[in-house]
């Protein structure tokens, strides 16, 4: 099947090649990013693109901040193509406003070991596994190498934020977590969890990168949630990291997936994104994605047809 591994042309500046999403400075000196079929899990890029998986993050990302646009701007222009945003210019917030509304994941892992502090929120004992919390909470990161857990006290303290935009933010991203959660509950979707970023532009908070895609949130099924709650059905790559858990050897994970492992990745995505937004993610049967994208940005004036 045709993937997008990645995407060249001499015609645009590189700015950033990353996990998934590559950077390119346009003409306008706006950012073209284009988002490829690359997975990574466990802060490493497989070498097993994911078909369908860049248009999937690209569409839902888009989805998402039109959905959005009432409660905070955002930084989508256009989208000149399926795996392409055209998007404007912001100086990136290096924080990561994680929002979590069941114990589950690396919170329950530090719970389990008798962790009680998450980013300055206190949580009791006696939880259990996917447990509820009474209302969401924010459990901030910092954007580095290594992203590590962090106080909002010494987010301002060590100058990422000032305690004015800190709050901002804080209240956006529950903002934005609670019109989601709304948003999927009524098509059987739970919202576990999920990650916002924001940049600055003008002195203007923007909303950045993605938003509720499968790539930056977590996501259950709400019927396999109210018969097991601890056996819930997981919507997004867990499926992809359990499967490289059980065939770690020597320490080492799987830097391939199966044909077999990459073809339900991809039926996952490509159903996750028809369950939230209602309609199935319009494929094509292009031989070439770098064709059809160049093609689509010549179109759109991004690029000049090659003579």
Do not use: C
Not at 13 to 31: C, I, N, Q
Not at 34 to 52: G, Y
């Amino acid at each position: 099947m045709n993937t997008l591994n990645h995407f060249e042309t001499p015609q645009l500046e590189l700015l950033h090649r990353g996990k998934v999403r590559d950077s390119f400075r346009a003409p306008s000196g706006e950012r073209l990013i284009v988002v490829t079929d690359r997975l990574s899990a466990f802060d490493s890029v497989l070498e097993t693109p994911v078909a369908h998986k860049g248009a999937v993050l690209n569409g839902l990302a888009a989805f998402w901040f039109e959905k959005t646009r009432h409660i905070i701007p955002n930084h989508v222009i256009s989208l000149p193509d399926p795996n392409v945003t055209l998007a404007q210019e912001a100086e990136p917030i290096r924080v990561e406003m994680v929002v979590r509304h069941y114990l589950t994941g690396s919170m329950w892992r530090g719970y389990q070991q008798g962790q009680r502090s998450f980013s300055g929120v206190t949580v009791p004992d006696g939880l259990t596994k996917h447990q509820q919390f009474p209302e969401p909470i924010v459990t901030p990161t910092t954007k580095e190498e290594s992203d590590r857990e962090i106080t909002p006290e010494n987010l301002v303290a060590e100058g990422w934020v000032t305690a004015e935009l800190y709050e901002q933010m804080r209240v956006k991203a529950l903002e934005l977590f609670n019109f989601a959660s709304q948003w999927m509950a009524e098509r059987g979707i739970i919202l576990v969890d999920t990650k916002y970023e924001f940049g600055l532009r003008n002195g203007e908070l923007l909303l950045i990168d993605e938003i509720h895609t499968p790539d930056s949130s977590r996501f259950w099924s709400a019927d396999d949630y109210a018969r097991n709650p601890e056996a819930a059905e997981q919507m997004d790559k867990e499926y992809v990291r359990q499967w490289l858990i059980a065939h770690k050897q020597d320490g080492q994970y799987p830097r391939a997936l199966t044909p077999e492992v990459s073809a339900e990745a991809t039926r996952r995505y490509l159903d996750i994104y028809e369950r939230i937004t209602g309609a199935p993610l319009p494929t094509t049967s292009d031989d070439d994605m770098q064709t059809r994208m160049v093609s689509n940005l010549v179109r759109a004036g991004i690029i000049q047809e090659a003579i």
